[in-house]
């Protein structure tokens, strides 16, 4: 759809360092979404069509820590 939430989290025994791809359900590939990396505090623009086929790369860092990312339509 035109907004939406991904969570991913990181447990404590987990030395995982692997990149995650997201593929969110819904994307119009004809629409431009912003995303933001809630704990990065950071946002980007990326075509619906580059969403929909690419997904969005994810990675957490630290153990017991997580990364909240947030899409939505323009």
């Given at each position: 759809?035109?907004?939406?939430?991904?969570?991913?989290?990181?447990?404590?025994?987990?030395?995982?360092?692997?990149?995650?791809?997201?593929?969110?359900?819904?994307?119009?590939?004809?629409?431009?979404?912003?995303?933001?990396?809630?704990?990065?505090?950071?946002?980007?623009?990326?075509?619906?069509?580059a969403?929909?086929?690419?997904?969005?790369?994810?990675?957490?860092?630290?153990?017991?820590?997580s990364?909240l990312?947030?899409?939505?339509?323009?």
């Amino acid at each position: 759809g035109k907004h939406g939430v991904v969570g991913l989290f990181k447990l404590a025994d987990s030395d995982d360092q692997s990149v995650v791809t997201v593929f969110p359900k819904g994307i119009d590939p004809a629409l431009n979404y912003n995303i933001t990396f809630d704990n990065l505090e950071s946002t980007v623009k990326v075509s619906g069509d580059a969403l929909y086929n690419d997904g969005v790369k994810l990675k957490v860092q630290e153990s017991v820590s997580s990364e909240l990312l947030i899409y939505e339509a323009e």
